[in-house]
């Protein structure tokens, strides 16, 4: 199953997802990635430029997010809607879509894993993946059987973000527990040159 192909239940680009009251978590990876795109030196100009800040809800651990813009119709900063036409691919012309500006290249790894969340037990490194609709009545995933996970083959660079992702969660909990501050924390994992 394809997460584009609506025919079978997936993600049909309203762009909801990418509004509201919605948090995408970033890891350095993602820090990395978007800071390219927006074509900044180090990560440091995400914060300064208020693209990424940092957020407590996940367990009081200091990690960064995509501030959306405030307001009832707040976004991602990355967020295009649009009008498509005759030459966009798979959608009819005249339709409102919501795309993402780093899609694929720089997309974070939640958004790209989106409908899907993992979790990892870092005692004993399992690994769960489900199934989490994006928005109550998501358009796209009426009638999909959330059940029943997609059969999915992970490409290398994938599966490597996923390591890395696990690593640095690894780190994060390893330096809350040896006491270092929020302020060194954050200076560790997430300001970096690119």
Same mark, same amino acid.
Do not use: W
């Given at each position: $199953?394809?997460f584009?192909?609506?025919?079978?239940?997936?993600? +049909?680009c %309203?762009?909801?997802?990418?509004r509201?009251?919605m948090? =995408?978590?970033?890891?350095?990876?993602?820090?990395?990635l978007?800071s390219?795109?927006s074509?900044l030196s180090? #990560?440091y100009?995400?914060?300064?430029?208020k693209?990424v800040?940092i957020?407590?809800?996940?367990?009081?651990?200091? =990690?960064?997010?995509?501030?959306f813009?405030k307001g /009832?119709a707040?976004?991602? @900063? !990355?967020l295009?809607?649009r009008? #498509?036409d005759?030459?966009?691919?798979? !959608?009819?012309?005249g339709r409102? +879509?919501?795309l993402?500006r780093l899609?694929?290249?720089?997309?974070p790894?939640v %958004?790209?894993?989106?409908p899907?969340y993992?979790?990892v037990d870092?005692?004993d490194g399992?690994?769960q993946i489900?199934f989490?609709r994006?928005?109550?009545? %998501? /358009?796209g995933y009426i009638g999909f059987d959330?059940k029943?996970?997609?059969d999915m #083959?992970?490409?290398?660079g994938?599966?490597?973000?996923?390591?890395?992702? #696990?690593? !640095?969660f690894r $780190?994060?909990?390893?330096l809350?527990?040896?006491?270092m @501050?929020?302020k060194q924390?954050i200076g560790?994992l997430?300001?970096f040159?690119?």
């Amino acid at each position: $199953m394809s997460f584009t192909d609506s025919s079978e239940g997936g993600c +049909i680009c %309203c762009g909801e997802c990418c509004r509201g009251g919605m948090h =995408v978590y970033l890891n350095p990876d993602d820090l990395l990635l978007i800071s390219r795109f927006s074509g900044l030196s180090n #990560t440091y100009g995400l914060f300064e430029q208020k693209i990424v800040i940092i957020d407590y809800e996940r367990n009081g651990a200091p =990690v960064p997010r995509l501030r959306f813009s405030k307001g /009832p119709a707040g976004c991602c @900063s !990355f967020l295009e809607n649009r009008l #498509t036409d005759e030459d966009s691919p798979g !959608f009819d012309s005249g339709r409102l +879509i919501g795309l993402c500006r780093l899609h694929p290249e720089y997309k974070p790894l939640v %958004c790209m894993l989106a409908p899907l969340y993992r979790s990892v037990d870092l005692d004993d490194g399992s690994e769960q993946i489900g199934f989490k609709r994006p928005l109550p009545g %998501c /358009p796209g995933y009426i009638g999909f059987d959330e059940k029943r996970l997609p059969d999915m #083959t992970l490409s290398a660079g994938l599966k490597e973000r996923l390591r890395r992702e #696990t690593d !640095f969660f690894r $780190m994060l909990s390893g330096l809350i527990a040896d006491g270092m @501050s929020e302020k060194q924390i954050i200076g560790q994992l997430y300001y970096f040159d690119c």
